[in-house]
């Protein structure tokens, strides 16, 4: 069993809807996938599974609600896959759920805004030796600049810290898909679940360890 987070500090980066790309391209290479929902005020992953159940979309994504880490060390067993996501805002849960994790993703904008917060995070949580090498960034939600994708990555690596090697491209269809409760490489467009295919490729190899 694994156990991969979404963390961060900043909200609206995509934490939820990366920890539900994940989930999809798990389950559908047929692994026994849990989200555990720690955003209780937004319940994001679990509105979507049951949006998901509604239009009978399959395969099914079991997305639980938790407040702590306890109640989900007793839930895990009989998954191969817990994604865990968590609220905009790092707290003393985003620690622990760190420290409990195998892989920490740190979804951020390409924007200085956005990069300057989430590496200071990473920093806060490297000092945690157990941490300090699970953590990895992901460039979520990005536009159409490579440029600034560059520059973003840069600062990434200057700073010492791991990156996933795809993107998660910013685009309405994505938005569409998220709201009719499908995710990533599900999407109702060819063009966009071949975009998707990338990032997912590249999260279940870290998630699943392989
Ligand atoms: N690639 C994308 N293209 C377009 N819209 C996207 C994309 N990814 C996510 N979104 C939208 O961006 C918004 C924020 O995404 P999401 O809820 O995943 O962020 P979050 O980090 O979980 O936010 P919060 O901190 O509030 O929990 C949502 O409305 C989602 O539908
Ligand atoms: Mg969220």
């Known amino acids: 069993m694994r156990i991969v987070s979404f963390i961060g500090q900043k909200g609206g980066v995509g934490k939820s809807t990366l920890a539900r790309v994940l989930a999809v391209a798990a389950a559908r290479q047929k692994h026994k996938v849990l989200i555990g929902d720690f955003d209780l005020e937004q319940l994001t992953c679990v509105e ?15 997305a639980r609600a938790f407040k702590s880490l306890k109640k989900l060390r007793k839930t895990v067993s009989g998954y191969d896959l817990v994604v865990v996501d968590t609220r905009g805002l790092a707290d003393e849960l985003t620690e622990d759920v760190s420290q409990e994790s195998d892989v920490v993703f740190l979804p951020t904008g390409t924007s200085l805004d956005d990069l300057r917060p989430t590496l200071a995070l990473a920093r806060r949580l490297a000092k945690t030796r157990s941490v300090s090498n699970k953590i990895v960034l992901v460039l ?6 490579q440029r600034l994708i560059e520059q973003a990555e840069s600062m990434i690596f200057d700073a010492g810290f791991d990156m996933l090697n795809a993107v998660w491209p910013e685009r309405d269809g994505f938005q569409l ?23 997912e490729q590249a999260f279940l190899k870290l998630a699943m360890g392989t």
């Open 48 to 62: 979507w599974s049951a949006l998901r159940m509604r239009h009978g979309i399959e395969p099914e994504i079991e």
């Open 140 to 145: 979520s939600k990005t536009g159409r600049s």
């Open 177 to 199: 898909d998220l709201d009719a409760g499908r995710a990533g490489s599900e999407s109702s467009n060819p063009h966009l679940r071949l975009t998707a295919l990338d990032i």
